[in-house]
């Protein structure tokens, strides 16, 4: 069966500071790889999605960056953290046309 | 490109009563609409999902309802229980889409009183 996971769990970290938070999938292959990001309280802002190893598509302009090394290893990454970077980080997985499933996500704060 | 609509934002039910939450999007082509429940802390989980060519699906206590014409679909918990309070989002996409993004509402808070 597949599973995905995310690390850190929870990381806290000082404004300016870089970022690195890592996806992983087991149990598929090329599956359809997403980042997003709940702010407190709030919604799902989809941040990145992957169709394959390279390709990366954002959807909204920021201090962020991803990329997919792998088929199944899917990274969030900034140079610089910003106050509004802190949030909740959920990378997801698809495979066709089929369900999308959560990864465990990650608690960011910056401080 | 798709816009999701989702109402109340915050619902307050008795135990044992039965809650809706209702959805409307933008894009006619949209036909998978998936319902993910968030509890406190945690990721969301699927918990039904429906694709266009049925009106209605049905999983214990909760269904979904589509109106394809009115383009707008429905959550409907019965005889809710405390474990159902959580934060339910909707979501619709076009499947055959390239990257198959979903698109969600922005969320209701269902809070089930004892």
């Known amino acids: 069966s597949q599973t995905i996971h995310q690390w850190p769990a929870t990381l806290v970290q000082p404004v300016g500071s870089p970022l690195s938070l890592e996806c992983t999938v087991e149990?598929?292959?090329?599956?359809?790889l997403y980042w997003y990001r709940q702010a407190a309280g709030r919604g799902l802002q989809l941040l990145f999605y992957?169709?394959?190893?390279?390709?990366i598509s954002s959807e909204v302009p920021q201090n962020l960056s991803a990329s997919r090394p792998q088929d199944r290893q899917f990274i969030l990454s900034s140079k610089k953290l910003l106050l509004s970077d802190s949030g909740f980080y959920l990378c997801?997985?698809?495979?066709?046309?089929?369900?999308?499933?959560f990864g465990p996500g990650t608690r960011l704060t910056v401080l | 490109g798709e816009n999701v609509e989702q109402h109340p934002s915050t619902l307050s039910v008795q135990e044992g009563d039965s809650a809706v939450i209702k959805c409307t999007y933008s894009?006619?082509?949209?036909?998978?609409f998936p319902w993910y429940k968030q509890e406190l802390g945690k990721r969301p989980q699927l918990i039904i999902d429906?694709?266009?060519?049925?009106g209605e699906k049905k999983d214990q206590r909760i269904a979904v309802t589509l109106n394809k014409t009115a383009k707008h679909f429905s959550l409907h918990i019965t005889e809710t229980q405390p474990e159902d309070s959580a934060v339910y989002f909707c979501?619709?996409?076009?499947?055959?889409?390239?990257?198959?993004?979903?698109?969600f509402g922005g969320g209701t808070r269902l809070m089930v009183k004892p």
């Open positions: 979501a619709a996409t076009t499947l055959e889409e390239a990257g198959n993004m979903l698109t």
């Open positions: 149990g598929t292959s090329n599956p359809n």
């Open positions: 429906i694709r266009s060519n049925v």
């Open positions: 997801a997985w698809r495979i066709g046309y089929n369900e999308q499933f």
């Open positions: 894009d006619s082509a949209s036909n998978y």
């Open positions: 992957s169709v394959g190893i390279g390709q």
